[in-house]
């Protein structure tokens, strides 16, 4: 934000903080980051190998995210990030599951019940 002068509204902070492509600690940055990563551990073009629902997963939720930018709302600020919550879980329980060999929410739900 350094490049901006003068008064900073909260909704442009928002703003920076979920898009801005180059701040390491945006959530763009930083799901990009995350995508580029899972890539090298399961390239893509390998498809015999794990990992491909949540690779898929972080792809989409990468894009949904990119797509903000041409339609930020701040009034609509919490329900995006929510979403992203929810999904980073989703793809961290897929990962468990896929590469770990970890049951699921639901299974390990029920199996400690």
């Known amino acids: 934000m350094k490049r901006h002068q003068g008064r900073v509204s909260a909704d442009a902070v ?3 903080l979920l898009l801005e492509p180059l701040f ?3 959530v763009r940055f930083s799901l990009r980051a995350a995508d580029v990563r899972l890539a090298r551990i399961r390239p893509p073009e390998e498809e ?3 990992g491909e629902a949540c690779q898929l997963r972080l792809v989409r939720l990468v894009a949904w995210v990119e797509s903000r930018e041409h339609d930020f709302d ?3 600020l919490h329900p995006v990030l929510t979403t992203v919550v929810d999904e980073t879980s989703g793809i ?3 990962i468990g599951r896929e590469f770990l060999g970890q ?3 639901v299974a390990a739900q ?3 019940q």
Do not use: I, Y
């Open 74 to 76: 701040p009034a609509k």
């Open 24 to 26: 390491p600690r945006s």
């Open 14 to 16: 928002a703003h920076f």
């Open 110 to 112: 029920s199996q400690a």
């Open 48 to 50: 015999n190998l794990p």
């Open 92 to 94: 961290a329980e897929d």
């Open 103 to 105: 049951p699921g929410r």
